[in-house]
């Protein structure tokens, strides 16, 4: 079951990107559609990083050891990983089992929260950047609150 896809995010990102730069959707070119696309995968690439820097991917889709260890290692963004090994779209079997009830607890509460907090701190509405280390890192902070809240509500 789907949890989250870029492409449900796709038209707000276009939108706003079209806003930011003053391009009618006719005008977009390759590089514009790229840059979309990231953008409205951001908050689901910052979770999918989470899972595993935390050792909390699921196995049932195989992801590549390469691109888990490069999203470990900080190479590849969580976006990345999402686009180039789930096609764009975060589904339960990217959770481990264990996690799973987690996530569908509270990954709502993360994109309440997400727009508020990330945007705040970047100082940008959602949708309007791309993935960072900088941008991990809130987004990091968010989802560690909401899973040690859940934890201590689930014992």
């Not at 696309?37 to 951001?42: G, Y």
């Not at 969580?78 to 764009?88: E, I, N, P, V």
């Not at 987690?102 to 907090?117: A, G, M, P, R």
Request: some cysteine; charged content about 30%; proline content about 1%.
């Amino acid at each position: 079951m789907a949890i989250d896809r870029h492409d449900w995010h796709y038209n707000s990102a276009t939108e706003l990107y079209c806003e930011e730069t003053g391009k009618s959707e006719e005008q977009l070119v390759q590089e514009d559609y790229s840059i979309i696309e990231r953008r409205a995968a951001a908050h689901i690439g910052c979770f999918v990083r989470w899972l595993i820097m935390h050792d909390r991917l699921g196995t049932e889709n195989e992801p590549s050891e390469a691109a888990v260890a490069a999203v470990k290692n900080s190479t590849m963004t969580g976006t990345d990983f999402l686009m180039m090994q789930c096609d764009g779209k975060f589904i339960d079997d990217d959770v481990a089992e264990d996690t799973l009830p987690f996530v569908e607890s509270c990954y709502d509460k993360y994109l309440e929260q997400y727009d508020s907090t990330v945007g705040q701190a970047m100082r940008q509405r959602i949708y309007t950047f791309e993935e960072t280390d900088a941008l991990y890192s809130i987004a990091e902070g968010l989802i560690d609150r909401l899973f040690e809240q859940y934890r201590k509500e689930n014992r």
